[in-house]
């Protein structure tokens, strides 16, 4: 058996467990979001304007702000916790409409970013290179918002965690203003079931092969998309877990986290909510 064959056999073996099903939730390769090269891409995707990959287009963004000003959710006085904010999107647009606002993200490279617009654009804001999670905050925000459905991303624990410190942040009748996406968009999406070549892309800077899968939970309303990346240096496999709701499954999540649903529509652009819809923006109340 020539070196060539055992390299590939070695390579198959290692593959042999990635391409069954994970258990739910199974971790893949931590804190890829804030890995010195990979996190180059995700800035840049957060800024382009070519896709809704990493954030919405700017022009959305704005439409964003403009309803939700419009609609009375935020006042131009408040004080609001932006998490998982990336390079300040949605923080620096608020703070031009005079709202204060704090944004936490895990991100190195999106809060260096966001601090340095601030900084050039004389905008006021707190930025915090963290996890929301490690928050201690205690009645200090008119809102928090978490927008670009980040709430799918976490399990039930996690998120009813996340959700607990979010009520704890919040004043007396704080709201909370969040989107989440619908098992409809998923269907819709399908499976991606590719491989790639690439000579540098977002992965990795030199010649790397992608193994991109997608699984679906159906019975939990989850959905997986995996990419196992193999290199020079060897296989590592990244998993984004995204869990979709319908308006009785959030409402039912936010009853027994302590919140009630003040609005709903379709996109926080405001368009009016129908059932079957690709997302569900909410505002919801603190009792």
């Known amino acids: 058996m020539g070196v060539r064959t055992i390299i590939i056999n070695d390579i198959l073996q290692s593959l042999s467990g990635y391409l069954e099903k994970p258990p739910l939730y199974e971790p893949g390769e931590d804190h890829f979001w804030d890995d010195d090269y990979i996190s180059k891409g995700m800035l840049a995707a957060h800024l382009s304007q070519e896709f809704d990959a990493a954030s919405r287009r700017f022009e959305t963004i704005d439409r964003e702000i403009e309803h939700l000003i419009y609609s009375g959710a935020v006042q131009p006085d408040d004080r609001i916790l932006d998490l998982g904010c990336g390079p300040g999107l949605y923080a620096s647009r608020l703070s031009k409409k005079g709202v204060r606002v704090t944004g936490i993200d895990i991100s190195r490279r999106s809060i260096d970013y966001a ?17 929301f999670f490690d928050m201690n905050y205690n009645g200090e925000f008119s809102v928090a918002m978490q927008i670009y459905g980040e709430l799918d991303t976490f399990s ?48 990795r800077p030199g010649r790397h092969l992608i193994l991109e899968e997608g699984f679906d939970y159906p019975d939990n309303d989850v959905w997986l998309d995996q990419y196992i990346v193999i290199d020079e240096n060897g296989i590592a496999v990244y998993r984004n877990w995204f869990h979709d709701y319908s308006l009785e499954t959030i409402l039912d999540v936010l009853n027994k986290t302590g919140f009630s649903i003040v609005q709903v529509w379709n996109d926080l652009t405001g368009t009016p909510y129908e059932d079957g819809g690709d997302w569900i923006a909410v505002v919801a109340r603190k009792i």
């Open 115 to 131: 601090v340095k617009y601030a900084a050039e654009n004389s905008l006021d804001i707190t930025y915090i290179n963290g996890s």
């Open 156 to 203: 039930d624990e996690k998120r009813d965690l996340l959700l607990s410190k979010v009520h704890d942040a919040l004043k007396p009748d704080g709201l909370f203003i969040f989107d989440v996406s619908t098992r409809a968009q998923r269907l819709k999406e399908g499976a991606r079931n590719h491989w790639y070549s690439f000579k540098g892309g977002l992965w």
